[in-house]
């Protein structure tokens, strides 16, 4: 089988796609790309659909060999790539003779760059998902990240004639916004004082943040109620504030239950950009209303959509 | 009708929390379990999770299956006009599990110091906890973490002050008044009493569960030649 071999494993490389709904109530979160939108841009330009499986890099990328001439596209945080000498850019197909090394190094301007290669990843479904659960353990490459010496297996079989690497010299602009300071739309939760002081921002990602949460430092905020609160379920996009008032914002690998108040929530078409901050970066609150956050998503969808047109037509034309 | 019994609150923009009264009372969270019961039975196609808590339930919305622009209102409604009404609704029956656990020993470091918390022997301990019948209040903390409601209370210990980086796969504790059993290998801040050689959650197998939300449970004690014996074929199917 046509496979990636991992030479040097990078922070933390997962596997990961549109993630594993509909299994809460057995406890599994949903993972899947904290950055879908970044994530599903990634599969376009490399020609698959959504929910192919990509590689997605935390900070510092790995290096990998292909042993099969095959087409890739990198999209999220700009990432120092390269094969040999020659750097290969972002967010456009570049074609991988068999046999190439592709050495990815620091992420800059985000915290995850998502690699898609054209067929996507041959590793099983398990629970409708190729998605590594890495609190579960299983998943993408043995329910963990990567490590030296796995070897990925590519669902193409298909083997083109790659003389050279090739990039193409059209790009797509990849940001979903262009907000450089990022502010975060919450829709409020239970206790209307302490939003206010939450969007009375700015806030920093603490650096003990991860897959499951955005770990927030800034001024204290006071929870409402010292009393211990009863365990209830809990969503990706929640805002918890734990009893020391550093607020937490639950990510794609969230437990599917928590003990602290919920204080708001992240609407969904603001998550690519939870996705891309790095520890140590500020950012701030604003409160939406429901029908906003819809829009958002809205408009969001139909960027994509353009964005997803355009790369069919440059592809068809080369 | 039924907004008396739980309150419906938005949790985000594409799932709504049915919270019931607030205590951890097996009697509220049978409720919670009868009412998952009836909205599954006639599950709409625009439901994508279903998940219970102890004393809550949260429906997880897919807007892309709701043709009204809000989906939230669309699912409120969806309820309103089910009229369910917890008090009614029958639970779906599950039998009863019985979970073979060894007690004490390498496998129940904790058995001894929460035997002595209670003021019992440690023989006393075990036919206590085995005595009871409890129920899965929720899955949870983990994939196919089973919390168990129905602890005997005199058998109540404080978690651990640290947690332990390392409990075994099928470790069964004691947190504050639940006992529960620990599916993977992996940090844990239970007393741990015993071990039981099931493998409660497999996310390869058809139905990845032992135990379902709701269904009640007993422990059975074995000694460590039968914990070795059922064991034995999880042992070979790992090495695989």
Known sequence: ?318 | MNEREWRVEPLGEDALLLRFEQRLDPAINQRVHALAAAIESRRPAWLRELVPGFASLALGIDPNAVAAPDALQHARDWLRQGAFDAHEATEATLPLFEVPVCYGGEYGPDLEALAAHAGLSAHEAIARHAAGVYRVAMLGFAPGFPYLLGLDRGLAMPRLDTPRTRVAAGSVGIGGAQTGIYPRQGPGGWRIIGRTPLTLFDPARATPNLVAPGQQVRFVPIDADEFARLAAPRARRSRR
């Not at chain 1, 299983?138 to 003389?163: E, I, N, Q, Y």
């Not at chain 1, 502010?183 to 209307?192: V, Y």
């Not at chain 1, 991860?210 to 927030?216: D, I, M, P, T």
């Open chain 1, 1 to 318: 089988m046509n496979s990636v071999h991992v030479l040097a494993a990078g922070l933390l490389t997962t596997l990961q796609d549109a993630g594993r709904p509909g299994w809460r109530h057995l406890g599994v979160g949903s993972a899947g790309a904290l950055d879908a939108w970044s994530h599903a841009l990634a599969n376009r330009i490399a020609g698959n659909t959504d929910d192919a499986a990509t590689l997605e890099i935390t900070l510092s990328g790995p290096v990998l060999r292909f042993d099969v001439a095959t087409c890739i596209a990198l999209c999220g945080a700009r990432i120092d790539a390269r094969v040999d000498a020659q750097a290969i850019p972002m967010a456009r197909p570049v074609d991988l003779p068999a046999g190439t090394v592709l050495e990815l190094g620091a992420c800059h301007e985000g915290a995850r760059t998502y690699l898609a290669v054209e067929g996507g990843f041959a590793v099983p479904e398990i629970l409708g998902s190729k998605s590594t659960d890495l609190r579960g353990g299983f998943g993408g490459m043995r329910g963990r990240a990567l490590a030296m010496g796995d070897v990925l297996p590519l669902a193409s079989r298909a083997t083109r004639a790659v003389a050279a690497v090739h990039a193409a010299s059209w790009w797509i602009e990849q940001a979903p916004d262009d907000d450089p300071f990022p502010t975060i739309r919450i829709l409020p939760g239970e206790a209307p004082d302490v939003i206010e002081a939450l969007c009375d921002g700015p806030w920093r990602v603490d650096a003990a943040s991860n897959r499951q949460g955005l770990r927030l430092q800034g001024h204290a905020l006071t929870p409402d109620t010292a009393r211990e609160r009863i365990s209830e379920p809990v969503f990706p996009g929640t805002v918890q504030l734990p009893p020391d008032g550093r607020p937490i914002v639950l990510l794609a690998d969230a437990q599917t239950h928590g003990g602290y108040p919920r204080i708001a929530h992240a609407i969904r078409a603001d998550w690519p950009k939870l996705a891309q901050l790095r520890p140590g970066d500020s950012l701030s609150f604003r409160s939406c209303t429901p029908a906003a956050a819809r829009r958002a998503l809205e408009l969001q969808r139909q960027r994509f959509a353009r964005l997803a047109l355009a790369i069919e037509g440059r592809s068809r034309a080369c």
